[in-house]
């Protein structure tokens, strides 16, 4: 198996804002180099044409929209790529987006070759998900996000049974799980049953050292 993928989602947080927010990069690019586990950002849209020149390590957008043309306010898959990303977030728990967006999204990211990375919310959303080969489905708990309890301690069968669901549809999508994920032994315990990687915020970066907590995060791979 390729290295899992430890995805960190800056969300709005003031922490993940300015000059912060280029610590946070700084140290997953430091921790990513040393122990060659894939330690992608998702930072904040304004900064994600700057980090994708600065940093060396897979940027992601926390959202993108499957639109062109006169359209105010929005992010299309495109732009985003044209920054530089690599990939980006799509219908996470906090940017909810109907069956059809998603599917737009998944297929506007293909167009634009940006990996797609679909949240769901339990088992049955994960597989259908799954249904529109994105690169990866990423199921979060929504009542465990930001609690600082770990699905993979309180929930670890929607990990297992999520895994299971979306390779039945299709043994090339990967399976990301987040909410709460906090320490090595939790990206240990995620890919022990079978997930990819873990998609993961506050701990990372609500934390006064986000380099220690990033060197846990891959310490028992
Ligand atoms: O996008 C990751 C997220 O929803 C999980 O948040 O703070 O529980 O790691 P957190």
């Given at each position: 198996?390729?290295?899992?993928?430890?995805?960190?989602?800056?969300?709005?947080?003031?922490?993940?804002?300015?000059?912060?927010?280029?610590?946070?990069?700084?140290?997953?690019?430091?921790?990513?180099?040393?122990?060659?586990?894939?330690?992608?950002?998702?930072?904040?849209?304004?900064?994600?044409?700057?980090?994708?020149?600065?940093?060396?390590?897979?940027?992601?957008?926390?959202?993108?929209?499957?639109?062109?043309?006169?359209?105010?306010g929005r992010i299309p898959a495109f732009t985003?790529?044209?920054?530089?990303?690599?990939?980006?977030?799509?219908?996470?728990?906090?940017?909810?987006?109907?069956?059809?967006?998603?599917?737009?999204?998944?297929?506007?990211?293909?167009?634009?070759?940006?990996?797609?990375?679909?949240?769901?919310?339990?088992?049955?959303?994960?597989?259908?998900?799954?249904?529109?080969?994105?690169?990866?489905?990423?199921?979060?708990?929504?009542?465990?996000?930001?609690s600082g309890i770990s699905v993979a301690k309180?929930?670890?069968?929607?990990?297992?049974?999520?895994?299971?669901?979306?390779?039945?549809?299709?043994?090339?999508?990967?399976?990301?799980?987040?909410?709460?994920?906090?320490?090595?032994?939790?990206?240990?315990?995620?890919?022990?049953?079978?997930?990819?990687?873990?998609?993961?915020?506050?701990?990372?970066?609500?934390?006064?050292?986000?380099?220690?907590?990033?060197?846990?995060?891959?310490?028992?791979?």
């Open positions: 198996m390729s290295s899992p993928l430890i995805l960190v989602n800056f969300k709005s947080y003031r922490e993940g804002a300015g000059n912060a927010a280029g610590q946070i990069a700084s140290a997953a690019e430091l921790v990513m180099q040393e122990s060659g586990v894939t330690i992608g950002i998702a930072p904040q849209f304004v900064e994600l044409h700057p980090f994708c020149k600065h940093y060396e390590i897979p940027v992601y957008a926390q959202h993108i929209d499957a639109v062109e043309g006169a359209f105010t985003v790529r044209a920054a530089g990303c690599v990939g980006s977030l799509i219908n996470h728990s906090e940017r909810r987006l109907t069956i059809a967006e998603i599917e737009a999204c998944v297929e506007a990211a293909k167009f634009n070759h940006l990996e797609s990375v679909v949240c769901t919310n339990n088992v049955g959303v994960s597989a259908a998900a799954a249904a529109f080969s994105p690169t990866y489905v990423a199921v979060e708990p929504p009542e465990l996000i930001g309180a929930d670890p069968d929607i990990i297992r049974n999520s895994v299971a669901a979306v390779k039945k549809i299709s043994s090339d999508v990967k399976v990301l799980c987040g909410a709460g994920i906090q320490s090595g032994e939790c990206v240990k315990t995620a890919v022990d049953l079978g997930a990819d990687g873990v998609l993961l915020a506050s701990s990372v970066v609500k934390a006064k050292d986000p380099e220690a907590v990033l060197r846990d995060l891959v310490s028992l791979l």
